[in-house]
């Protein structure tokens, strides 16, 4: 069983970067996205790379800001977070899809393991 752990959330100002990291034995071969949930919202989709490395999405909100990567020697799948702002602010948590391998999942119910996620704040 995959086991993810984030890292890398802070308080940022608008307008700078934050990396974002999340760490799993076994995840190198998986499909793994980013979502976030604000306060009072509904979590939503951030971003997803596949099992290969070679297909990633974005939401149009983060696209061209946000870029997602993985380092299969560390098992880890970073979030680089540029040009933050504060409608940015939310929990982030990375999961991975280890029913559907060859996935490019972009819906939370298609996930199954999920990480605790780590809080990431923009200031005006």
């Known amino acids: 069983q995959v086991q993810l752990v984030e890292s890398g959330g802070g308080l940022v100002q608008a307008g700078g970067s934050l990396r974002l990291s999340c760490s799993g034995s076994g995840l190198r071969f998986l499909p793994t996205g980013w979502f976030r949930q604000a306060p009072g919202k509904e979590r939503e989709f951030v971003s997803v790379?596949?099992?290969?490395?070679?297909?990633?999405d974005y939401a149009e909100s983060v696209k061209g800001r946000f870029t997602i990567s993985r380092d299969r020697v560390t098992n880890t799948v970073y979030l680089q977070m540029n040009s933050l702002k504060p409608e940015d602010t939310a929990v982030y948590y990375c999961?991975?899809?280890?029913?559907?391998?060859?996935?490019?999942?972009?819906?939370?119910?298609?996930?199954?393991?999920w990480g605790q996620g780590t809080q990431v704040t923009v200031s005006s």
């Open positions: 790379i596949n099992w290969n490395d070679d297909i990633t």
């Open positions: 999961a991975v899809d280890s029913r559907t391998p060859w996935g490019l999942p972009v819906s939370s119910d298609e996930y199954d393991i």
